[in-house]
């Protein structure tokens, strides 16, 4: 690791803070019909895109602070196209080194008309002259009439398969973006109660469930040419605000039932995630920690297990919204205006994490990450009784570690290693929970017989 590398990743843990990133919304615009999103083209509100001015003062400010990465999302960032260009190279210029942005794909659609290979060239050749690390593409089922159907974009998953392909002759390896919901595998999820959750034929029978439609879920996308995928958690933020105090200001949240699990059924479904990538590990690099799965697990199927390591929003991550540039936590802790990004004051070090209200990942599966770092040297005594207690959750940390290194550390600008990979087959993984544990968790927690 160069010096320059060490002062930019490692130096900042002594001060008790982790390489920071931004969550920078550029539009709430969207052309999808997505029934997971708030911002989709059905419904009717004032929509808005940021400024190149108010963004250069974003991105001089996040250079300034020592941000790490920056992650430009939407609404639909390529309705931009232009823009969002400048905005990578703005970004790159200012000594930003982890630069993200995505689709949802419909600039794919209509692939066999005349010029849909030169047209998707043009993009990917322009994209591929930029900075930009990370470019995903969102796929929300294994069949493609499904996700179509979703998305409002008939016969998308043809160009996808088509424009893969033409993003890896330009350098650009595209990741698959699953937004967790029900039809992830084709035949929709079940709804089921916790309190027939609590029941083990049911749990073990919905546990199957979710673990096939993840294994058919990753077949596709390896099928379409796809070397990275990421998972988005489900989020569904009641608007009452009764989950939690929190209040929604990102709109990639809704109420339909598509999206929303009961706790035990995200308790489920965090462990069939966890279990199915070691499945496919081996095959395709995927984001997902398989310890951030685990802590999450037991933070939704147990109150008796040991609890994430809080949330880094507010003190290293900050989302910004389109509509005003206002900085929040998250983009869930929306009564948690903390004003313009570049007049924001520093954050010390010494300010404690204490979050654990929600599953954002672009958030919660890098504190967990990083974590155990932090605790190494602010709390080496509660470090070392958390590894005794619970030593699997650690052997897993540190095989996320490992595995990262592999995939090296996701860099969608590298092809995918196999060999590097192939030492991560199943017959290694350092810890799989037991039908029994999962009893024992969801023993108690959940009223029986009415009571």
């Not at 991105?59 to 939407?74: L, M, P, V």
């Not at 940390?397 to 550390?409: E, F, H, Q």
Request: glycine share 8%; net charge positive.
């Amino acid at each position: 690791m160069s010096s320059l590398h060490f002062r930019k990743d490692l130096l900042p843990i002594l001060r008790n803070r982790i390489p920071g990133q931004l969550v920078v919304q550029v539009t709430d615009r969207c052309n999808a019909r997505c029934p997971q999103c708030g911002m989709r083209v059905t419904e009717r509100y004032r929509r808005s895109s940021l400024s190149m001015e108010k963004t250069r003062a974003i991105i001089d400010s996040a250079a300034a602070r020592g941000i790490r990465a920056i992650s430009f999302t939407g609404g639909e960032p390529l309705l931009l196209f232009s823009d969002l260009v400048e905005m990578i190279e703005y970004a790159a210029g200012a000594g930003i080194d982890y630069i993200r942005t995505g689709t949802n794909g419909y600039l794919f659609c209509d692939s066999d008309a005349a010029g849909f290979d030169t047209r998707v060239h043009r993009i990917a050749e322009r994209l591929s002259r930029t900075s930009l690390r990370n470019f995903w593409i969102s796929i929300d089922s294994a069949v493609p009439a499904v996700h179509e159907n979703m998305r409002g974009f008939p016969g998308v998953i043809k160009g996808i398969s088509k424009a893969v392909p033409i993003f890896h002759e330009h350098g650009i390896y595209p990741s698959a973006n699953l937004g967790i919901n029900r039809l992830v595998g084709g035949p929709g999820i079940p709804v089921a109660t916790d309190s027939q959750l609590a029941a083990e034929p049911t749990w073990q029978r919905s546990l199957l469930t979710y673990k096939n439609a993840f294994r058919r879920f990753y077949r596709f996308v390896s099928n379409l040419g796809f070397s990275i995928v990421n998972a988005c958690y489900p989020m569904s933020i009641a608007a009452d605000r009764s989950e939690g105090g929190l209040e929604v200001v990102y709109g990639a949240n809704s109420q339909e039932q598509i999206v929303r699990f009961s706790r035990l059924e995200k308790g489920l479904l965090f462990k069939a995630l966890q279990e199915t990538i070691i499945e496919y590990r081996e095959r395709i690099r995927i984001f997902s920690p398989l310890s951030s799965l685990y802590a999450l697990h037991r933070q939704h199927s147990s109150g008796d297990g040991q609890p994430l390591y809080p949330c880094r929003g507010g003190i290293d991550f900050f989302f910004i919204d389109a509509r005003d540039a206002n900085t929040y936590p998250c983009g869930y802790r929306g009564s948690e205006n903390l004003g313009k990004y570049w007049q924001l004051k520093k954050v010390s070090g010494a300010v404690a994490a204490t979050c654990t209200r929600c599953d954002w990942e672009c958030f919660r599966d890098p504190s967990e990450l990083f974590g155990p770092l932090l605790a190494a040297f602010s709390q080496p005594g509660q470090l070392l009784r958390d590894c005794i207690r619970d030593w699997n959750r650690y052997r897993l940390w540190l095989s996320d570690i490992r595995y990262y290194k592999a995939c090296d550390y996701f860099d969608g600008r590298r092809p995918l290693d196999s060999r590097r990979l192939s030492k991560f087959k199943r017959c290694s993984d350092p810890y799989v929970p037991s039908p029994r544990q999962w009893t024992d968790c969801i023993d108690g927690m959940v009223p029986r017989d009415g009571a």
